[in-house]
């Protein structure tokens, strides 16, 4: 069993993006599920844990728990919740990061999550018809993330062409289009804040590559607040005392300009293709040279 933990552990931490957000909702359904056996052994609510999690559509219940913007987008309700979702993250990522980068999924994946969720509270406090269920509808899964990505694909490359089961060669902007058309119909059939929230991430991924198509990462901001939190969080190993001889002015003068030059060299980057185009080393190295 530790031998396939520490393999989960290394995989999670040599993979990409998708797989990362892949094991980390497999992971949260585990975990609900085992903390569901445990609650019927105790006789405890399980559901009444979860739900400080889930999204409410009242704007008086979700003040209480604003964190819930997040962390809906990575709690399903069934296995077939999941393995849906799962499986469309996995034939929508492989595509996007064939266009982009792993920055840009997870902006893609959190961002679309949380305009999925603006457009469900803002919809429920909005229409009459969903007066009554206000205060006890709540949402929850990564569909309306997974529509971002979708849409994000369909939106860069409308007519890039992939073959599925029993139906053939189909384009991406007609799997976008019919995601979008059933939503729409599915509204008045049931899960009406499930369809609105994928209404609302499938905008943002549509939003999102048009104007990355003109130049402008409307995530920028986003991506600045992860990469602050990745340098905050991660931990410095121990230093070990060693003793060496002490450098020449020589040596300390060709130090200095080898690490000039590396710094040139990242800035010149920036200056081609953007902050986001850099590798995680040479971000680190530029975070650790404005401290100096």
Do not use: C
């Not at 957000?21 to 052994?41: E, R």
């Not at 060299?265 to 953007?274: E, T």
């Amino acid at each position: 069993m530790s031998t396939v933990l520490k393999d989960i552990k290394k995989n999670f931490k040599r993979g990409d993006s998708l797989t990362k957000l892949i094991y980390i909702n497999v992971g949260v359904f585990l975990f609900a599920s085992v903390l569901h056996v445990l609650s019927f052994l105790f006789m405890v609510n399980s559901l009444e844990i979860l739900n400080y999690f889930t999204l409410p559509a009242s704007i008086s219940h979700f003040i209480k728990k604003p964190w819930s913007i997040i962390t809906y987008m990575f709690l399903h309700q069934s296995f077939i919740h999941l393995l849906f979702n799962m499986l469309w993250i996995y034939f929508g990522g492989q595509i996007f990061l064939s266009f982009f980068d792993n920055t840009k999924l997870i902006s893609t994946y959190v961002l679309g999550g949380i305009s999925g969720a603006v457009l469900f509270i803002i919809s429920y406090n909005l229409f009459p018809v969903f007066a009554n269920t206000l205060t006890n509808t709540m949402a929850m899964g990564a569909s309306a993330s997974v529509l971002a990505i979708i849409m994000a694909i369909a939106t860069k490359s409308p007519n890039y062409s992939i073959r599925l089961f029993l139906i053939g060669n189909i384009k991406l902007k007609h799997i976008a289009a019919i995601s979008i058309v059933l939503d729409i119909l599915s509204i008045p059939q049931g899960n009406a804040g499930g369809h609105i929230a994928h209404l609302g991430g499938a905008f943002f991924g549509y939003l999102y590559v048009k104007q990355l198509n003109v130049g402008n990462d409307i995530a920028t901001s986003f991506n600045k607040i992860m990469d602050y939190l990745a340098t905050y969080l991660q931990t410095e190993p121990k230093l070990k005392k060693a003793y060496s001889r002490k450098k020449s002015d020589q040596d300390f003068r060709k130090e200095k300009i080898q690490e000039q030059a590396k710094i040139d060299n990242i800035l010149d980057k920036i200056a081609k293709s953007g902050y986001e185009g850099l590798t995680k080393d040479e971000k680190d190295t530029l975070f650790k040279a404005s401290k100096k």
